[in-house]
């Protein structure tokens, strides 16, 4: 059984018929709901169709993946990858995330999480009672300081270059993403509102309802909790260092890098949320504050973010207007 994780809750008033589904996939929580009851199995549709595309694309988990098989033929520095469209756009994606965060969030960091005991899908690994086991010592060398990062990352159209040894990690901005193309495509395909929420990443498209969505931003039933509404195409992001998690030799890690460790990112927050035009911007300014730690406040007012920030005690910080 898959494990799932999210931070939003989807909640239409009692008054409101809506058509909603959900399923589990990329180990997290998934959930389409449209404004028209009878479009939601189609929203469905196109919804899992880009995930199957993009888990084609840029899987670390999957051998077949084009991620995968580009990792296994990168053994020369200079060499020229013909890539396909997709996958392109992922790495660019991902680029641009680099560049708007100086490094903060970093594309390069796959052969770091394998070696921090991360080189399965979590639903892969988890074993009763939610908790992952310890990796066995000995099993890879924890990654302290890396030879390339993503600015020596070379992208021309479908062609790309990069050092030996660099396997791709497009885990958050290509999440984001699918959300994004998701709900865009999936509103314009059966004309109605539609929202997708794909664990912590959330988009909204199309005409929604006349007084926004609701949504319940809570990473759990112990966290705290508020609730925000989403108008017009909108879009929400939630960074967590509460889920994703494995112990090793005792220690216990989550997945997100400091590209500047290789190590997980200090766990100053448990979770931070951004309200923003695109779940890849919402994303990558969430991803990046957790990175930055004690000067995630700071980057996100910098940014002009609207922001929720909840600390390791549990304090809660807004930032920029947070939408309360």
């Given at each position: 059984?898959?494990s799932?994780?999210?931070?939003?809750s989807?909640?239409?008033?009692g008054?409101?018929d809506?058509?909603?589904?959900?399923?589990?996939?990329?180990?997290?929580?998934?959930?389409?709901?449209?404004?028209?009851?009878?479009?939601?199995?189609?929203a469905?549709?196109?919804v899992?169709s880009?995930?199957e595309?993009?888990?084609?694309?840029?899987?670390?988990?999957r051998?077949?993946?084009?991620?995968?098989?580009l990792?296994?033929?990168?053994?020369?520095?200079?060499?020229d990858?013909?890539?396909?469209?997709l996958?392109?756009?992922?790495?660019?994606t991902a680029l641009?995330a680099?560049?708007?965060t100086?490094?903060?969030?970093?594309p390069t960091?796959?052969?770091?999480l394998?070696?921090l005991?991360?080189?399965?899908?979590?639903a892969?690994?988890?074993?009763?009672?939610?908790?992952?086991?310890?990796?066995?010592?000995?099993q890879?060398?924890?990654?302290?300081?890396?030879r390339?990062t993503?600015?020596?990352?070379?992208?021309e159209?479908?062609?790309?270059?990069?050092?030996?040894?660099?396997?791709?990690?497009?885990?958050a901005?290509?999440?984001?993403?699918?959300?994004?193309?998701?709900?865009?495509?999936?509103?314009a395909?059966?004309?109605?509102?539609?929202?997708?929420?794909?664990?912590?990443?959330l988009r909204?498209?199309g005409e929604g309802?006349p007084?926004?969505?609701?949504?319940?931003?809570q990473?759990g039933?112990?966290?705290?909790?508020?609730?925000v509404?989403l108008?017009?195409?909108q879009?929400m992001?939630?960074?967590?260092?509460?889920?994703r998690?494995?112990?090793?030799?005792?220690?216990?890690?989550?997945h997100i890098?400091?590209p500047?460790?290789?190590?997980?990112?200090?766990?100053v927050w448990?979770?931070v949320s951004?309200?923003?035009?695109?779940?890849?911007l919402?994303?990558?300014l969430?991803?990046a504050a957790?990175v930055?730690?004690?000067s995630a406040?700071e980057?996100?007012?910098?940014?002009g973010?609207?922001?929720?920030l909840?600390?390791?005690?549990?304090?809660v910080?807004?930032?920029?207007?947070?939408?309360?």
């Amino acid at each position: 059984m898959a494990s799932t994780s999210t931070a939003h809750s989807v909640d239409p008033p009692g008054s409101v018929d809506y058509g909603s589904q959900e399923w589990s996939a990329w180990s997290t929580a998934i959930k389409v709901v449209t404004t028209e009851p009878g479009a939601v199995v189609e929203a469905r549709r196109i919804v899992e169709s880009w995930i199957e595309r993009v888990d084609l694309a840029a899987s670390r988990f999957r051998p077949d993946s084009e991620t995968s098989r580009l990792s296994r033929v990168t053994s020369k520095a200079g060499v020229d990858h013909e890539i396909s469209p997709l996958l392109a756009e992922l790495v660019e994606t991902a680029l641009v995330a680099a560049r708007l965060t100086d490094g903060s969030v970093d594309p390069t960091l796959g052969t770091c999480l394998e070696d921090l005991g991360y080189g399965r899908d979590i639903a892969d690994v988890v074993v009763a009672g939610g908790t992952m086991p310890a990796v066995p010592a000995g099993q890879g060398t924890v990654c302290l300081s890396r030879r390339s990062t993503w600015r020596d990352i070379r992208l021309e159209g479908r062609h790309l270059q990069m050092p030996a040894g660099v396997l791709l990690d497009l885990g958050a901005t290509a999440k984001a993403w699918t959300a994004d193309r998701a709900a865009t495509h999936a509103a314009a395909a059966i004309g109605c509102g539609v929202l997708v929420s794909l664990g912590g990443d959330l988009r909204a498209d199309g005409e929604g309802p006349p007084d926004g969505w609701p949504i319940l931003v809570q990473d759990g039933d112990d966290q705290p909790s508020t609730t925000v509404c989403l108008t017009g195409a909108q879009a929400m992001a939630t960074s967590s260092t509460l889920h994703r998690t494995w112990w090793r030799d005792g220690d216990r890690f989550h997945h997100i890098v400091d590209p500047m460790t290789g190590m997980s990112a200090d766990r100053v927050w448990r979770t931070v949320s951004v309200a923003a035009a695109t779940c890849v911007l919402a994303n990558t300014l969430t991803t990046a504050a957790v990175v930055r730690a004690s000067s995630a406040v700071e980057f996100l007012a910098s940014h002009g973010a609207a922001a929720r920030l909840v600390a390791d005690n549990g304090t809660v910080h807004t930032v920029g207007g947070w939408p309360a």
